[in-house]
């Protein structure tokens, strides 16, 4: 059977990697190695400057006190020994992770190292509801078949998948690009009660660039956004002839 690794960023009691575990079990051996708490927005943060401590809460559930990336690490080189998972599932988060908002993402930065590290790797989100009440029902299946693909078909090397999941029953399944928007953060000032300023960075405005095949744009209109990223973050379309008058070899 697979070996079948899933994380997340919102905390290993989340019900979203409780649905995703659930989800991927029929597909092969399952190990749970999520944060102790959650650790949204924490990007691709590594843990250099303490020590980790790993804890087991159930079989094959574990807690690391650390981020994603801690995780997937601490899972590989410790509870597997040194070998790679058949397939890394980050997930299933509450809230997309659409467009540039993935270099923050927490969710997207636990595959992103799976896919460092040499494994195939799938980041499942679902849209945010205004009460917070999730049905992961649907997006839970969406993971299922995603996985089984991946893991009958593999992936290129270094690419990995974010799959986002709009609200209710998906009307199908897009492949899609990485979308744009222009971003103005909110920034409150307070005081606390010494009288002291304290910065709350709030969610800001989003100006999203419409775009056909943008994963934006599909779970805006109800379908599932599949797009494979890959930690390359070369300017490749730049070319070489805008910078050549700064190189010197």
């Known amino acids: ?58 079989p094959d559930t574990y807690a690391v006190d650390g981020t994603p990336t801690d995780c997937v690490n601490i899972a590989v080189a410790v509870l597997l020994k040194g070998r790679l998972p058949d397939l890394v599932v980050s997930g299933i ?9 993935i270099t923050y993402s ?45 893991l009958r078909k593999g992936l290129p090397e270094r690419v990995f998948l974010n799959v986002n999941v709009p609200r209710g029953l998906p009307k199908g399944i897009r492949l899609t690009v990485q979308g744009k928007r222009n971003h103005v953060t ?20 989003d100006h999203w660039h419409e775009h056909d095949r943008s994963d934006f744009v599909a779970c805006r209109e109800g379908y599932v956004s599949i797009t494979p990223l890959q930690p390359d ?14 190189a010197t070899d």
Do not use: C
């Not at 960023?9 to 575990?21: E, P, Q, T």
């Not at 988060?93 to 908002?101: F, H, K, S, V």
């Not at 980041?123 to 089984?148: E, I």
């Open 233 to 246: 973050m070369t300017a490749h379309a730049t070319g070489p002839a805008w910078l050549s008058d700064l």
């Open 1 to 58: 059977m697979p070996t079948i690794l899933v994380t997340n960023d919102d905390g290993v009691h989340a019900g979203g990697i409780k649905a995703l575990a659930d989800a991927v079990r029929p597909l092969g051996d399952v190990l749970v190695v999520a944060p102790h708490q959650e650790s949204s927005a924490i990007g691709h943060a590594l843990t250099l400057r303490r020590p980790l401590r790993l804890e087991q809460f159930g």
């Open 106 to 150: 927490g969710t997207v930065s636990g595959a992103l190292e799976a896919a460092l590290l040499g494994a195939p790797a799938i980041a499942v989100s679902l849209m945010r509801t205004r009460d917070w009440t999730f049905d992961f029902g649907p997006s839970a299946k969406v993971a299922q078949d995603v996985a089984a693909h991946v």
């Open 186 to 205: 909110t920034i409150a000032e307070r005081q606390d009660p010494r009288g002291q300023t304290y910065y709350w960075i709030e969610e800001g405005q």
């Open 93 to 101: 988060n509450t809230g997309w992770n659409l467009g540039d908002d």
